[in-house]
């Protein structure tokens, strides 16, 4: 077999060998992965799923890795990190609105920031979401009562399995809370997602980016490394509410532990290993579902391969 390293070479693909995902995770955790990738392009994003395919390796594509819990065994394969795909580009505009082409590795408090300063109101609920646009679309990223579903209007896919560019239109995302056909159909990568925004006065929507910002410094632990909410909403009931009130906060499991700011938070005090918080999750979904009948469902997403 062709070395590994001379094929992406060839394309002028950025990548690193034996790196530790703990690098790449705002959860500070994860083992070594063998290769890890950084295309900046989707052509190379593209080319590097078809090498991984055709040498029978196995892939995994992440953004800013904000809501992933790395495995301590690592990744045999390939990690392949779209955070420097960048990329915005104007698609179309009238006197209300202004439609933005945005790659799926433009993170999004910048891009809140930016659109903020082009006088445009729809990402005000994202400036403080330390996730990617493709991680958004993936998991219909949400805060303060609104979702990229809002202002999303078509997207731009790779479909691995057909070897295939397509563009999916906002009904075709299928969306959920925290949900999409991206996270069902594990073929389909985002390239890009375009925007719809609309124009507004800058004064005002800095000020609901500003008390957003405030909002979650006052409410979330963004001091500590973690992957945000480790559980979804469930139906009916706020999670942090139900851990808080079966008495879990701060409750710990070796360096992993519940916040004791915000309970739905699993945070990593230092050295924690994903042993340490799944052993810590589990506990927390089982003593919940004990005490109040709801199950917890993990909304953070686990990568290991051994």
């Known amino acids: 077999m062709p070395v590994l390293s001379d094929i992406l070479l060839s394309q002028n693909v950025e990548f690193k060998t034996k790196f530790k ?19 900046d392009t989707a052509e190379k994003l593209v080319f590097s799923i078809r090498t991984a395919k055709e040498y029978g390796i196995a892939y995994k594509v992440v953004g800013n890795a904000s809501n992933i819990l790395f495995g301590d065994g690592g990744y045999r394969g390939f990690v392949i990190s779209t955070k420097k795909m960048k990329g915005i580009s104007v ?15 433009e993170m ?29 679309v993936f998991m219909n990223a949400g805060a303060h009562g609104s979702q990229i579903s809002d202002v999303l209007l078509s997207s731009k896919a790779y479909d691995a399995q057909r070897d ?19 996270s069902r159909a594990a073929s389909l990568i985002c390239l890009e997602a375009t925007l719809s925004l609309s124009f507004a006065d800058e004064s005002v929507i800095n000020s609901r980016i500003n008390e957003n910002m405030e909002k979650r410094r006052a409410s979330q632990p963004i001091e500590l490394a973690s992957a945000g909410s480790f559980f979804k909403r469930p139906d009916g009931y706020f999670a942090a509410k139900l851990i808080d009130d079966c008495g879990l906060k701060g409750y710990r499991v070796g360096g992993a532990a519940v916040s004791e ?22 506990y927390v979904s089982r003593t919940v579902f004990d005490k109040t009948g709801v199950r917890l469902e ?5 990568i290991e391969r051994l």
């Open 21 to 39: 995902l703990s690098g790449v995770s705002t959860f500070k955790i994860g083992g070594e992965a063998d290769f890890i990738l950084f295309p």
């Open 91 to 105: 698609v179309r505009e009238n006197n209300e609105k202004r439609d933005i082409a945005c790659a799926c590795g």
């Open 108 to 136: 999004l408090p910048a891009l809140s920031r930016r659109t903020a300063s082009d006088f445009l109101s729809g990402l005000e609920f994202a400036c403080g979401i330390p996730g990617t646009v493709g991680g958004a």
């Open 164 to 182: 295939e560019t397509l563009e999916l239109s906002a009904d075709e995302h299928l969306f959920s809370y925290r949900e999409s056909v991206y």
């Open 261 to 282: 700011k915000h309970a739905g938070f699993i945070v990593n005090l230092g050295g924690a290993s994903s042993a340490d918080v799944l052993e810590l999750a589990e």
């Open 298 to 302: 993990r909304e953070v997403g686990y």
